[in-house]
């Protein structure tokens, strides 16, 4: 992202919580996971505007998918357990 001669760096907003954070994904034909929305109870719904990396690591016998997430204003990082 640039503003003028400057490059602006987003910012990267990581929040570990306990809280459960709510997510709206679609189910691409390819078997992929998409991320549209996200809310942290009592928070405000964040659209995803581009999703900016995913990679995925095992714990254990689970399988996590991490998604590194653009609103628009901030860099999210949403990470999916698929065993829980």
């Known amino acids: 992202m640039?503003?003028?001669n400057q490059y602006v760096m987003p910012t990267l907003r990581?929040?570990?919580s306990e809280k459960k954070v709510k997510v709206a994904v679609v189910f691409?034909?390819?078997m992929?996971?998409?991320p549209v929305w996200f809310e942290v109870l009592g928070k405000e719904r964040v659209?995803?505007?581009?999703?900016?990396?995913v990679w995925y690591h095992n714990e254990g016998s689970?399988?996590?998918i991490n998604f590194d997430v653009w609103d628009g204003r901030e860099r999210c990082?949403?990470?999916y357990n698929m065993q829980e």
């Open 77 to 79: 990082q949403l990470v």
């Open 2 to 4: 640039s503003k003028g």
């Open 32 to 34: 992929k996971i998409r």
């Open 14 to 16: 990581i929040e570990q």
């Open 62 to 64: 689970a399988k996590i």
């Open 28 to 30: 691409e034909p390819d």
């Open 47 to 53: 659209q995803v505007g581009e999703i900016c990396g």
